[in-house]
């Protein structure tokens, strides 16, 4: 018959039941922290579609920023220059335009006959314009007028033209598209009383134009 023994309990016995009992309690903790999850995996980092890292927020607007500011310089570089553009166009065309009436107008404000002084005058004051058109009315009414009709006084005035003909003697010094300046180069033949025959003045003339709603008309006259 056996005789029953008696396991040993030494000192490792004690040991092995506090490890124990101290992993239960550690999955316990685990498990009433995060109850039926388990540590997932870091999630990566967010990359860009090449492959590296995204930029960062504040770098992202930065460069919207930029782009932005960018493509309100171009639209103003473009508006800009389409407007210098247009404005060349239009005094290149005011160019003409001024100089042609100028040509036209200086015969007319430069001659006048004692014997239809009035016919003269308002025909010349049709192609004036702004405050010399009543500069225009004023001394012809008290000064030209008058002594006209005193001597006699014929004046004839032409745009001078070359020896071999051609262009009349006209150029325009500046221009805009509204405003022209123009120098001419004026032959004027006086009659009156006071002259022996006929008296020639080689005269030159700077016109300023003006453009109107009734087209380009003289603003001022000087002589030189």
């Known amino acids: 018959m056996a005789i029953p023994t008696t396991r040993s309990r030494g000192p490792a016995a004690p040991a092995r ?6 992993a239960r309690a550690a999955a316990k903790r685990v498990e009433q922290r995060s109850p039926g999850v388990r540590d997932a995996p870091p999630e990566p980092s967010p990359r860009s579609p090449e ?8 770098r992202r607007w930065l460069l919207t920023v930029v ?8 639209l103003v570089v473009v508006c800009l220059l389409g407007w210098q553009y247009r404005e060349g166009r239009r005094a290149e065309a005011a160019r003409d335009a001024a100089l042609t009436a100028a040509r036209k107008a ?33 001394t012809t009414t008290t000064v030209v007028g008058p002594t006209a009709r005193k001597y006699h006084g014929v004046v004839r005035a032409t745009v001078a033209e070359p020896a071999s003909g051609g262009v009349p003697a006209a150029s325009v010094v500046s221009a805009s598209p509204d405003r022209a300046v123009v120098l001419l180069f004026v032959n ?37």
């Open 188 to 224: 004027q033949v006086t009659q009156s009383t006071q002259v022996s025959g006929s008296r020639l003045d080689l005269n030159r003339v700077r016109m300023t134009m003006t453009r109107t709603s009734g087209g380009w008309k003289v603003s001022a006259v000087d002589a030189l």
């Open 17 to 22: 039941r506090r490890m124990t009992a101290a």
């Open 106 to 138: 200086a015969p007319v404000v430069l001659s006048y006959d004692y014997r239809h002084l009035d016919q003269d005058f308002a025909r010349a004051r049709e192609r004036l314009t702004g405050h010399f058109r009543d500069e225009y009315r004023k």
């Open 51 to 58: 492959g590296g890292a995204a930029p960062p927020p504040s």
């Open 67 to 74: 782009l932005g500011a960018l493509l309100v310089i171009a």
